[in-house]
Structure formats: C-alpha cells, structure tokens
C-alpha cells in the first residue's frame, strides 16, 4: 500500500468515526421528556396537545388532573379552587396558585441538557429553579419572559393589566422586546400590559399564604431528596426520591445493591394494588400509582421478589442499563394466555426485552377495566406469551372529562410594589388582599379605603365586619373546602376577561447550546450534570451569565417539536 493510499484510507476511517459521532448526536437530540405532577389539591385540571391560549378555546377538551399524572410537551394544567405541583427531572418544581393557568410550551432533552419553556397563561405560579450546566429554564407571562441560570426560587403573576415577578432567592433575566433587565433577591420586576416603556424594578412585597406554601415544599422536597440520595445512585435525577423516603425503607439485597418497600404493606402486598389506567397518543397506555411516592417504581428501574419480605423495588433499570433507566410508562410486561386472558407481570431489572420475564412464576396479575386485581394461577395448560402492547379490548381511560377553566379576571394594582394584587368583581366591586388579617377584603368605598402596608389598600373597619360589604373568605380557608362555612356573599370574579396574548417564549441562548456540546464532546452526555443530589445544589454546575442570556432574543435557533414522538417517553439523562 502506498502512502497516498494509506493517508486516503486514514482519512476515510476519520470521516466515519466523525459521521458516526454526529449521527449520535443527532440521535440525542430533541428528546420528549416526561415530567410529574407531585401535588394535587382540590380542583386541577390538565389538556393536551395545546396550540396557542387554551382559555380562548371554548370547544377545548379538559380532564380531571390525577396524582402522578405524566406530563408531556404540548400539556396544559389549570387550578380552579386548588393547588398544584409538578416536579421535574432534575429538581426543579413549579408550584400553581389557585386559578392559575400554565402552559408546557417546550420539555426536551439535547446533549445531556434540559429545555424548559413554560407560559403562564393566567394567575399566579412559583418556580424552584436548579440548572446544571447545559439546562435551560424559562417562564413567560403577559409581556415578558424570565430565564434562570443559577439556583433560583421566583414568583410570576399574569394579571389583565400587568405581569410581575418576584424573586425570592437567587436572580434571572428578565426579558422584555429584546431588552434584558437583571433581577436579584428580594426584587421584583413589573410591567404594564402592552406597555414596554411602563418596566419597573422596585423592592419585592412581603409573602402571603402562597409563599409561605411553596417554602414549606421546598424545604421538606430538598430535605428528603437529600436523605435519600445516599441510597440510590441517581446523579441526575431526583424526581420522586424524596417521596420513596418519607413513605418506605431501603435495604440492601445481594446483587441489586439498596432496594425500596412501602411502609405498611403485608407479605401479599401486589406491587399494582392501587393505582389506574391513563392512555396518551404519545407514550400509550401508563399506570398511575395511586399513593404519593406511586412515580419512580412505576416507570423506572424493576421488581424483585424475595421470600419473608415480599416485592421489593430495584433503582436498577431494566432494558435502559446504568442508572434508573428510561422512563417507561409501567414497570411491567403485559402477557397473555392462551385462553384470552390478559395479565401483567412485574419488570425485573434483569428482563431481557420481548423474553419471558423473570418474575413470570412469582408475580402473575390479572389486568381489569379498572386496574389490576388478584393473582392469577399460573397452570401448566395455559400457553402465556409476552404482549409488545397491552390489550385495547381491555383497557380503559379512568380520567374524567372535566369542564373548562373559567377565565378569572383580575388586575394589579397602581401602587409603587410590585406585585401587588387586586382582584376584581363583576364591576361594581374591587376585591384587594389586606396583608394585616391576610385576606382578600371588599374595597368597595375608595374614599374610606386607607394606605396598609407597602401601599397595598386595607378597607375599612366597617367593610371587614361583612354587615355592608360582601367578603372574600382567605386564601387558607377556600384551600382547605371551609368556603361553604361562611354565611357571605362572594362576587363573582369570573366575568369574561379578553384573552391576552404572551409573547412568543424565547429561544434557548447559543451560550447553553455551545456548553451542550461542550458536555458532550468532553465526558459524556449526562455525566457532566455530576452530583447525587441535584435538589441541593451542591455540586450542579451553572450555564452562562444573565449578559449572555440576554442574547436570547435573537437566537435562531427552533424549539423541539419532539411532543409524542417517542414511544418510550422522555430520557432521564
């Protein structure tokens, strides 16, 4: 072989490794991720495959929104008198507010980094924000946008009239007509609808119930994810963990490593005893465990049975290798006989994919309309085979239909802080929040209405009495269902508001999508998110600066469009 043939031959092999190298990166890109919903309380509600405000849509389809609901790109999820609470991948959470309306623009994965691009289409929502270098998270409301870079807790409301946001820890950009505005602890950023020149930074209002809401979660979140990381060796995700150590025990099992039980079950507990079925276009048929740490052990890792304790669940994960796997939407394979019975078997972490599993002659469980119920005799003359799908004929969709949200109209006020609040009526009265018996008074008398606390109006003596003025009953009390207790008359606050606009979220900075590569090329995807605990921060890294953040608005670069196209679900890492 000559020289030129061999330098030809060089060449060619170095066009192929860096073609192959490409296609992997190709591959990795624009992954669907599916997040959670952690919290549910009193009335949520969620739609699907959202285009454009779906509050303006009055043919719209809703559900009634279950605990551990998967929660894909293209979802919709809406409060009326509830609360609500979705976590995602990586420790980051968004918390809803009663009558709030907020909008998954954009949840995909690119070279090991998250994109998160959220709108809140109405009402009030706070965000716990922990980044690792190449993830990318941004809100939009009303007539801006905020992005975090770093470890951030910050509130945003979208009113009719206006939007703000408060930060509470840390700081992010705002982003309003292509100008960045930096916004630090104990800010807050407002702006007047519609007008740009109206932006205003002053000192953040004092917390009401909401707030003070949202810092308990986060505090008991970070505390368990934390106690609970020092049995599973998830370095990137952290989704559910905390849940696995308040309501279970870990302990190790011979060549599993830590393994998990609920507290309280007996020796003939099923691993499927409580929970429904959910169908969606984009990952198909998936379990919802009915209790609250009912997320990780029903799409992630495997089951293992051992005589004297019973079903015990494996981090491990099954057909995805390392880690906890690919997200699946139930950790079972589906059988059948050859009588037409249907079935399920727990996953083991050693499951070969499309072989018989290996928990087959332990773990054999009838698949109804409503669940799954009883164990099923496993007898020498039935033939089971796996099943690539579950049984259409037998499956059933146990979330309800639910009506619309109703549009709530409210606006802020004028007064110098932002994010002060008032929520008003059916146009003959104005509702405003008195931060001195924190709770929403009628203001119905402007001249007898006096200056509270940080400008905020308190009503009258007179008007709190209820003898002349109807009341609002506080936050806590229409949470906790003690509304109907009280013998007053609430105005209506659902007069139709006009359906406003966001402006389009913005696109994800070239600095993350450079750092993206950068993690690629340089360990390995995931493995530059280092960490075991990624709720406390400690050793996630950051993206880029808030200056070069700002550059967002005129980055090229498209938003995935990846909602549904993978049928295995989001990846992990």
């Known amino acids: 072989m000559t020289g030129l043939q061999r330098f030809l031959t060089v060449i060619s092999v170095l066009m192929l490794i860096i073609g192959c190298g490409a296609s992997a990166a190709s591959a990795d890109s624009s992954h669907a991720r599916i997040v959670r919903l952690s919290v549910v309380q009193g009335d949520v509600r969620f739609a699907r495959d959202v285009k454009g405000d779906r509050l303006a849509d009055s043919s719209a389809g809703w559900e009634a929104a279950a605990l551990n609901l998967p929660i894909r790109q293209g979802y919709v999820l809406a409060t009326d008198n509830g609360r609500a609470v979705v976590e995602f991948e990586n420790g980051a959470m968004a918390f809803l507010s ?214 015990v669940w494996s981090p491990s994960g099954s057909f995805g290798g390392g880690g906890i796997g690919r997200w699946r939407p139930v950790t079972g394979v589906w059988m059948r006989s050859a009588g037409g019975a249907v079935g399920i078997v727990p996953s083991h972490p050693l499951d070969a994919k499309g072989k018989t599993p290996l928990n087959l002659a332990v773990g054999l469980f009838a698949v109804t309309p409503r669940g799954v119920s009883s164990t099923l005799p496993l007898e020498s003359s039935d033939r089971w085979k796996v099943q690539k799908n579950p049984a259409r004929d037998i499956m059933q969709n146990q979330l309800a239909a639910a009506a619309a949200p109703a549009r709530v109209a409210r606006t802020m006020t004028a007064s110098a802080t932002a994010g002060a609040r008032v929520t008003t009526g059916d146009g003959n009265s104005a509702i405003v929040y008195d931060r001195t018996e924190r709770r929403f008074v009628n203001a119905e008398n402007p001249q007898s209405a006096k200056q509270g606390i940080a400008g905020v109006r308190v009503a009258p003596e007179e008007s709190r009495s209820g003898s002349a003025t109807s009341q609002l009953p506080a936050v806590s009390e229409r949470v906790s269902g003690h509304e109907g207790q009280r013998d007053v008359v609430v105005p209506s606050a659902r007069s139709a508001a006009p359906a406003r606009a966001a402006v389009p979220p913005p696109s994800v900075p070239r600095s993350v999508s450079t750092q993206r590569v950068f993690n690629e090329s340089g360990g390995g995807g995931g493995g530059s998110r280092g960490g075991s605990n990624s709720a406390s921060g400690s050793s996630r890294g950051t993206s880029a600066s808030s200056s070069a953040a700002a550059a967002s608005g005129s980055s090229s670069r498209a938003s995935s469009s990846s909602s549904g196209s993978s049928s295995g679900g989001g990846r992990p890492h």
């Open 98 to 311: 009663e009558n709030t309306v907020l909008e998954f623009y954009d949840l995909s994965s690119e070279d090991g980094g998250f994109t998160t691009r959220l709108i809140l289409r109405q009402g009030s929502a706070e965000f716990y924000v922990n980044p690792a270098s190449g993830d990318y998270f941004s809100v939009t409301g009303g007539d801006f946008s905020v992005q975090a870079d770093s470890r951030t807790t910050f509130r945003m409301n979208n009113f009719d009239d206006g939007s703000s946001v408060n930060v509470l820890h840390g700081r992010l950009t705002a982003l309003t007509k292509g100008k960045s505005t930096p916004v630090q602890k104990n800010q807050a950023l407002s702006m007047k609808a519609g007008d740009p020149e109206s932006v205003a930074v002053e000192t953040a209002p004092a917390g009401d119930d909401f707030d003070q809401w949202v810092s308990a979660k986060i505090q008991s979140f970070t505390t368990a994810t934390a106690s609970a990381s020092q049995y599973a060796n998830s370095y990137d995700y952290s989704s559910g963990f905390g849940d696995l150590y308040t309501y279970g025990t870990w302990f190790p099992i011979a060549g599993y490593g830590n393994c998990w039980r609920p507290y309280g079950v007996g020796l003939g507990w099923s691993p499927f005893e409580f929970g429904s079925w959910y169908y969606d276009a984009g990952f198909g048929w998936s379990f919802l465990g009915g209790q609250p740490w009912g997320w990780l052990p029903y799409h992630y890792g495997g089951w293992l049975f051992r005589p004297g304790v019973g079903w």
